[in-house]
């Protein structure tokens, strides 16, 4: 009998599995952590229905490369079923590396690793443990294919990856600013010497995929009240950090107090199954804990992310004046009674980028019916040509009330 699993999906109603690798991949324990990890960090401060998880988003973003690769095989692009393996499991793996709240604290817990690195490293573990059967997912998921666009449907401007977390962002926050055209995307998608594209037809989609992208930045991923929720949470992880290496005995023994003080024996590598029990649920349990602590900063924060009282934010068009950042530190520390280096972690400037497409970077290129391509940007009359390209930057200023 010819093996076959559903999930019934709340965005693209079942998914189906017919692979029994790819389903011994998704019951591992490495890959079960995803259910305890939040795609949106805190977002759901801001969108209450923003509690949708890892798991969610790259079981959806698996759907949509099956959807792609059957689309490109029906168009003649050969793809052999080691290779449709491969872009499967790559998309499966692509988030694995993740740590607790997603990016919020991507180089807090894990100094100089990003969540890609330390995805590879976990899917080189999985590649043993599975005697060699994710070798073919790995080479796609480092670049190192020959066929370059099973590499760009996991990672690129017109991925699938993106493709599921803006609809399935918009789905469970409600903004309807980021419904894209995901399926007809899909079918437009091409092969031309060797390198992903879209059809003619599919201007206006990728348009709207790429303004879709830019509105849901600011008013959903870079909202300033999420954008404060999550900084403050980075804010108390350092904290707790320098308290712990002043003195080991202020925080409890924990993964995540050996981690933070960096008591792991050799490298990550050395520690992955460590890493993999970590998740969100480790950081909101010492979050409470925190907010009776003696430590008036790490408990104020603590207690502002529990009770949703969150430190104030506000954007403008120009770097915040130091003199004005001095200023409200000391007045911080005089109500407070704390010193001009504490008042810094509730008072802090940053700045928040939003780049739409870069066509410098990965290009998302247009086959014209006469054979000709062109990069979207170089499209007569594109909207991206005229302002999308263009990176859009704030100034933001984070201080308590």
């Not at 599919?202 to 991923?221: G, H, K, N, P, T």
């Not at 909202?223 to 202020?250: C, D, F, Q, Y």
């Not at 780049?355 to 000709?372: C, Q, V």
């Not at 979207?376 to 200023?397: E, M, R, T």
Request: glycine share 4%; net charge negative; charged share 25%.
């Amino acid at each position: 009998m010819r093996f076959r699993k559903i999930i019934n999906d709340p965005v693209y109603g079942f998914i189906t599995f017919n692979d029994p690798l790819i389903f011994q991949i998704i019951s591992h324990p490495y890959y079960q952590r995803l259910r305890r990890i939040k795609q949106m960090a805190l977002a759901h401060l801001v969108y209450p229905g923003a509690v949708h998880t890892r798991l969610h988003h790259s079981l959806g973003a698996y759907h949509l490369m099956s959807n792609a690769l059957a689309e490109l095989k029906d168009k003649g692009i050969n793809i052999s079923e080691e290779e449709e393996r491969g872009a499967k499991i790559a998309i499966l793996l692509h988030d694995i590396g993740h740590g607790p709240f997603s990016h919020a604290l991507e180089t807090v817990l894990v100094e100089d690793l990003n969540h890609e690195e330390l995805s590879i490293l976990i899917m080189e573990e999985l590649n043993k443990q599975f005697d060699g059967q994710l070798q073919t997912a790995i080479t796609i998921f480092r670049n190192q294919y020959p066929k370059k666009f099973l590499h760009q449907l996991v990672s690129g401007q017109l991925d699938v990856d993106r493709m599921d977390y803006l609809s399935r962002d918009s789905f469970f926050t409600g903004v309807s600013e980021g419904v894209i055209g995901y399926d007809r995307i899909i079918k437009m998608l091409t092969v031309h010497e060797g390198e992903l594209m879209v059809e003619e037809k599919a201007i206006y989609s990728i348009e709207e995929f790429l303004v879709s992208r830019r509105l849901m930045y600011w008013q959903v991923y870079l909202h300033k009240t999420v954008l404060s929720a999550e900084m403050m949470l980075v804010k108390i992880l350092e904290r707790a950090r320098e308290l712990g290496l002043r003195n080991p005995n202020l925080l409890p023994e924990s993964i995540l107090k050996k981690f933070l003080l960096n008591q792991l024996p050799g490298s990550l590598k050395d520690n992955l199954d460590a890493f993999c029990r970590l998740d969100d649920t480790d950081i909101t349990s010492a979050i409470k804990a925190w907010t009776d602590h003696p430590d008036i900063v790490l408990s104020l924060l603590s207690r502002g992310i529990i009770g949703r009282e969150l430190l104030k934010v506000k954007f403008q068009n120009r770097p915040i004046e130091e003199i004005t950042v001095a200023e409200m530190r000391q007045e911080i520390a005089r109500r407070l009674g704390i010193s001009m280096e504490e008042a810094a972690y509730l008072l802090f400037t940053g700045e928040a980028v939003n780049r739409t497409y870069d066509p410098y970077d990965e290009r998302i290129n247009i086959l014209f019916k006469d054979g000709k391509v062109k990069d979207i940007s170089q499209v007569d009359d594109a909207l991206i040509q005229h302002n999308l390209a263009s990176p859009v930057k704030k100034f933001y200023i984070c201080f308590l009330k």
